[in-house]
């Protein structure tokens, strides 16, 4: 019943900004924790970006000082803001969320993915 969308993604020159949005909707309980997750051809998925319930946050190492993660005030969206891109920060990035539906166990939501291409 839970449903992620993201948007935002496009192309942007190296040193641009973007912002990519993700809402969650649906029968929602709680949501524990929400992220981006990005995938470059021929590389694993990695952590961008993830902020929990309560506010705290976890940058992966290549993008900390350069995109904010934060929750809108509905608590059911989150957005990344990406400054100072870099070509290596080319790929499609997925919005992750551990939430639970019903009184029950969390599980682990994905949405589509969005395409960012950064150009030098």
């Known amino acids: 019943q839970v449903q992620l969308v993201e948007s935002g993604g496009g192309l942007v020159q190296a040193g641009g900004s973007l912002r990519l949005s993700c809402a969650a909707s649906?029968?929602?309980?709680?949501?524990?924790?929400m992220g981006w997750y990005h995938q470059a051809p021929g590389k694993q998925r990695e952590l961008v970006a993830a902020?929990?319930?309560?506010?705290?946050?976890n940058y992966g190492d290549a993008v900390k000082g350069r995109f904010t993660i934060s929750r809108g005030n509905a608590k059911n969206t989150v957005y990344l803001q990406m400054n100072s891109l870099k070509p290596e920060d080319t790929a499609v990035y997925y919005c992750y969320g551990l939430i639970r539906s019903t009184f029950g166990p969390p599980r682990e939501y994905w949405g589509q993915g969005t395409q960012v291409t950064v150009s030098s």
């Open positions: 649906g029968i929602i309980f709680s949501i524990n924790t």
């Open positions: 902020i929990t319930d309560g506010g705290n946050t």
